[in-house]
Structures are given as structure tokens and as C-alpha cells.
């Protein structure tokens, strides 16, 4: 919320006020400190504002703001044109804030791990210290300089440069080889997964670097067996805590969480064994096979299937029925290779977009089911109101009509990786991104 209206009177002169639930607006006083660095106002609804019926929104509307006690529209009014206070005129770092400094005091291990915990700049497992010694010889896996900026983290003061990369990579246990790798992963650092609901990313990696670095995509991909794909994925948890400041009570504040942020699923796909005509996820994207990519996604669900694909009952029919549970904005459907064969051999999928489109025309979900889902309340409902289709349409039937979520084929996608072992696979609504070129990080 609070960095859309930061965009909006920095970039549009609009004034602004910050509009929320009432669980989330607590953390407007940190954000103003160390997030945007400018006096967002904030009024404060009820919670759920998701999924309630107009009478509700309604009477917040016409209730009181929580945070000042005014009524709402006199305490949005109040903020877009009172005077800035003298605490909102303050600029710079919060009085009695001290940066960090680029090097630690000399101390023991036992305690420089402590403070590292203290600090909440670790996952909470084992970190290996990173010394400068550690970190020059991390830097020796790129030509890039350790000043340049990898990324910002929500367009804010706060950077990433590749010194700080080689810092992260050294922590996570990183070898000198895997940190271009680690580098192309970092410039999405700022989209490390955190929100109310059970945020988390997915990592996969393309081309002949997954060899290079050892990178696993064959038996247990998904598994704690392959140093490469555990650190790598580790790697982006460290960036965002630390760079995002993502700290429990301060930039953290899931619910719930999500136990797959340890690693974010960082794998890479089986391209040796994708069926002939199916194409890796980079090459979908518009890459070349030759391309080193890493691709990123993020999202909340991941599903496993309870059991073997089999012949008589086709495994996307299965893809269907769980399909049914996720928001239809997008989704990722991991598989074995056999899964793969299956589809292609016995069903005539010739190609992963001919088994997305399929999955598109065939999702169908009730529409009171579609509505019921918070997430598709909040995105989707603005642009029913808005007359937009095909949301519109939808807005007003009966809750038992089915309809189709998955209105962009282009928006599933299809990862081949496991041990060619068993017929399993995930089902997931993780939407990627362009993928990164690993290559320009060497």
C-alpha cells in the first residue's frame, strides 16, 4: 500500500492517503522510518475488508477511522489537507539511527553468530561468517564491479550491491561458481515473499549452467540433496530478510508463513528428458537453449498429488480437478518426466502450450466459489466494478454457474524435473516473471 501511494504523489503530485486494514496499517510508523522515507497518511478499516458484503464496506465507510477515531471520510479528509506535522517534515535517518557499518568489529564466533541472530540477518540455521577474506574470493566469480547496484528494494534507499551479494552468498555457503547464478537470482531480491497471506517463490534455473554448477533436476529435484540448489535458494531468503529488512513485528507480517520460503523451490528443469516439441520454461519465455536463465515466481499455494498418474485416468484431468482451488490468476505445474511421456505419448499433448490451453478451457470453478476466494475479490472485483471483462460478466451470477479463472493460457506453466521415477506432480498458482540471463553476471 504504502509504496502505490508513495508512486502516486511522487510521480503523478496526487495527493494521497493510505487506506488499509486495520491488521497491516500498524506497520505505517516503520515504514515511514525505513521503508519509503515520506509521510504516507493512513486511515484504517475493519478486519476482513475482503469478501464482505457492500452493506459492510459500506458502513466502515460511514464508521469510524481506527486509528484517529474521526469519522472515516472527515479523517481521509483531514489527511489529504491538514499541514504536514513537525514530525512529518523530518527527513533523513531516524534520530538515534546508526547505519551499519561496511565491517564488524573483531569478536569471537560465538558471539559474531549471536549478533547475526540478534540482528535477524540469518534464516536461523548455520551461516558461515563472512569474512572479507571469503567475500574477495567470492567476488572473483564475477567481472562486475562491488559497488553496482544488483536492485532496490521497492524502489527504496535500500540496495543490493554485489559486494552485499557475495556477503549473502557467503553466509548461505555458496561456492565461487554459483555466484553469477546467485547474482541474476538477487536482482528480484525485492520480490522475496512477504505478506499478509502465506507468500512464497519458486527458483528455476535453465541451460547448460545447470550442469556446470551441479545443480540437481533429476531424483528428489525438490529435495534436500543437491548443495547447489539448497544454497542458491537460501540465498534469496538471506537478500530479502536482510536487504528487505524483513524482521518478525517489523517488515514481517504473514499470518501464517511459508515454510517453502527456506529455499523458495529452487530446482532446475529436466531438459534432457522433456518430451520431443515441449520446450524449457526459458525457451517458452523467448530464450535460446544454449541460454543460461533463471526464472523466478511467486505465489501462496503448492499441492501435491496423492498418487500415480495413470493411463485410464489421464493425469490433466487430475490437473483440472486441483486446479479448481487456486485463484486462476496463474499457475505452475511441476512434473516428473514420466508424467511428461504420459501426456505426450498416450493423450497427443504435442506441446506444454497445447496442455495449457486445454487446462484453460477446462478449469471451471463456481462462480460463488471464484468470489468466495479473497484474492480474487480484491484484484479481480475492481475491475468488475470497472465494467472490465470478462470480470463483469461474472460479477452478478449465480453462485452454482461455472465459469473458466484461467482467462490467458499463457499464464500456466509446465516444469519437467524429478528422477523419470514415478508418475507425481505438483500443482501450484506461482506466476513467473521474464526469466534473467545468468550470463551477464559472470
Not at 223 to 251: C, H, M, Q, W, Y
Not at 255 to 273: D, K, P, R, T
Not at 276 to 300: H, L
Request: aromatic residues 10%.
Amino acid at each position: 500500500m504504502s509504496r502505490f501511494a508513495r508512486n502516486i504523489e511522487l510521480q503523478h503530485k496526487i495527493p494521497t492517503v493510505g487506506a488499509s486494514g486495520v491488521n497491516v496499517v500498524k506497520f505505517k510508523d516503520y515504514d515511514l522510518l525505513y521503508g519509503n522515507g515520506m509521510p504516507i497518511r493512513y486511515v484504517a478499516f475493519p478486519f476482513p475488508v475482503a469478501g464482505q458484503p457492500r452493506s459492510v464496506h459500506k458502513s466502515y465507510v460511514e464508521g469510524k477511522d481506527l486509528l484517529s477515531g474521526k469519522p472515516m471520510m472527515k479523517a481521509i479528509l483531514d489527511a489529504l489537507t491538514l499541514p504536514l506535522t513537525d514530525e512529518e517534515k523530518k527527513s533523513g535517518m531516524p534520530s538515534g539511527y546508526t547505519p551499519e557499518p561496511r565491517l564488524l568489529k573483531p569478536d569471537t564466533e560465538a558471539n559474531l553468530h549471536r549478533l547475526f541472530k540478534d540482528k535477524e540477518w540469518t534464516d536461523f540455521n548455520p551461516i558461515i561468517l563472512p569474512t572479507e577474506k571469503l567475500v574477495a574470493e567470492m567476488l572473483k566469480g564475477t567481472s562486475r564491479k562491488p559497488d553496482e547496484v544488483v536492485c532496490r528494494y521497492f524502489g527504496t534507499t535500500r540496495e543490493m550491491t554485489v559486494e552485499k551479494a557475495a556477503v549473502i552468498a557467503v553466509m548461505a555457503g555458496a561456492r565461487v561458481e554459483y555466484f553469477p547464478t546467485i547474482l541474476a537470482v538477487l536482482t528480484q531480491a525485492s520480490s522475496f515473499g512477504n505478506s499478509t497471506s502465506s507468500a512464497a517463490n519458486m527458483i528455476v534455473v535453465n541451460g547448460p549452467v545447470r550442469k556446470e554448477i551441479g545443480m540437481n533436476s533429476g531424483m528428489d529435484a525438490l529435495g534436500p540433496f543437491a548443495e547447489a540448489n539448497s544454497v542458491i535458494g537460501r540465498s534469496f531468503t538471506l537478500a530479502g530478510k536482510i536487504i528487505g529488512d524483513v524482521r518478525l513485528g517489523a517488515g514481517a507480517y504473514s499470518s501464517l508463513g511459508s515454510n517453502l520460503q527456506y529455499n523458495n523451490l529452487c530446482f532446475a528443469e529436466n531438459e534432457e528428458l522433456l518430451p520431443e516439441g515441449w520446450d524449457p520454461i526459458s525457451v517458452q519465455m523467448g530464450f535460446k537453449r544454449t541460454d543460461n536463465v533463471v526464472s523466478i515466481g511467486s505465489g501462496w499455494s503448492y499441492i501435491s498429488s496423492v498418487g500415480e498418474a495413470q493411463i485410464k485416468h489421464p493425469p490433466h484431468m487430475m490437473f483440472r480437478d486441483y486446479m479448481r482451488s487456486l485463484t486462476g490468476m496463474a499457475a505452475t505445474i511441476i512434473m516428473d518426466p514420466t508424467v511428461a511421456a504420459l501426456l505426450k505419448d498416450a493423450h497427443g499433448f504435442k506441446t506444454k502450450a497445447q496442455l495449457a490451453e486445454w487446462l484453460a478451457q477446462n478449469v471451471e470453478v463456481a462462480a460463488g466459489t471464484y468470489w468466495g476466494n479473497g484474492v480474487n475479490t480484491t484484484a479481480m472485483m475492481p475491475l468488475a466494478l470497472q465494467g472490465l471483462a470478462p470480470y463483469a460478466a461474472w460479477k452478478d451470477l449465480p453462485p452454482d454457474t461455472l465459469l473458466k479463472p484461467f482467462t490467458n493460457p499463457r499464464t500456466i506453466n509446465v516444469i519437467i524435473t524429478g528422477g523419470n521415477i514415478q508418475t507425481t506432480w505438483f500443482v501450484t498458482d506461482f506466476r513467473f516473471g521474464r526469466g534473467i540471463l545468468i550470463d551477464e553476471w559472470r
